[in-house]
């Protein structure tokens, strides 16, 4: 039965459910001690020395707590595989990769089961790149080379949606390091132990 088939007082009665369901507290989101995940995705690799900007297939692997409904905290490891190209003779190559902490700070939304939220915090990235020109004598000729490790600031978005323990989710996140500033997009899941 829809409002508009009622007799008596359609629109007072649909203002009335309407105020109703929105006056209901949100549902409570779950709190978790300890979960542990991993995604996979896409990785978009830059190093700005080399004009180098493509993408591969990236995965990471999170541990992580929230024990407020609106908190939480994790530490990752992030790979951005290692992705190569040879354009006009010249071969370049780069991996970045290492560790991550982020703070993540959920949206308060009254749909149960699913979690909007943001995340900040610190990535400790090492950066591998090289350019050589191809078909130079015997071998190759380099023309650039680096290997950095830097602790830059990094955020991310995400989704997520949770049946009993388990959570599917989705993230963006986007990264500084070395010359560059990569992203990772992955799909994942995690499991909460506590």
């Given at each position: 039965?829809?409002?508009?088939?009622?007799?008596?007082?359609?629109?007072?009665?649909?203002?009335?459910?309407?105020?109703?369901?929105?006056?209901?507290?949100?549902?409570?989101?779950?709190?978790s001690l300890l979960y542990v995940g991993a995604g996979i995705g896409q990785a978009n690799t830059r190093v700005s020395q080399i004009d180098y900007n493509t993408n591969d297939?990236?995965?990471?692997?999170?541990?992580?707590?929230?024990?407020?409904?609106?908190?939480?905290?994790?530490?990752?490891?992030?790979?951005?595989?290692?992705?190569?190209?040879?354009?006009?003779?010249?071969?370049?190559?780069?991996a970045i990769n290492g560790a991550t902490a982020y703070g993540l700070f959920y949206l308060p939304l009254p749909v149960p089961q699913f979690d909007v939220y943001a995340k900040?915090?610190?990535?400790?990235?090492?950066?591998?790149?090289?350019?050589?020109?191809?078909?130079?004598?015997?071998?190759?000729?380099?023309?650039?080379?680096?290997?950095?490790?830097?602790?830059?600031?990094?955020?991310?978005?995400?989704?997520?949606?949770?049946?009993?323990?388990?959570?599917?989710?989705?993230?963006?996140?986007?990264?500084?390091?070395?010359?560059?500033?990569?992203?990772?997009?992955?799909?994942?899941?995690?499991?909460?132990?506590?």
């Amino acid at each position: 039965m829809t409002c508009n088939t009622w007799r008596l007082g359609p629109a007072r009665v649909c203002l009335a459910l309407a105020l109703s369901v929105m006056a209901l507290p949100a549902a409570e989101a779950e709190t978790s001690l300890l979960y542990v995940g991993a995604g996979i995705g896409q990785a978009n690799t830059r190093v700005s020395q080399i004009d180098y900007n493509t993408n591969d297939f990236g995965w990471k692997a999170m541990v992580g707590t929230r024990p407020l409904s609106w908190l939480g905290a994790e530490l990752s490891y992030v790979d951005f595989g290692k992705p190569n190209r040879t354009i006009n003779g010249v071969y370049n190559s780069a991996a970045i990769n290492g560790a991550t902490a982020y703070g993540l700070f959920y949206l308060p939304l009254p749909v149960p089961q699913f979690d909007v939220y943001a995340k900040a915090g610190l990535a400790r990235l090492h950066t591998t790149a090289n350019a050589a020109q191809t078909g130079c004598g015997l071998g190759s000729c380099p023309l650039f080379n680096l290997d950095r490790k830097n602790t830059e600031g990094t955020y991310g978005v995400g989704g997520q949606v949770r049946f009993g323990p388990v959570a599917a989710r989705i993230e963006y996140e986007h990264y500084q390091t070395t010359g560059g500033s990569p992203t990772l997009l992955t799909v994942g899941v995690t499991y909460s132990f506590l």
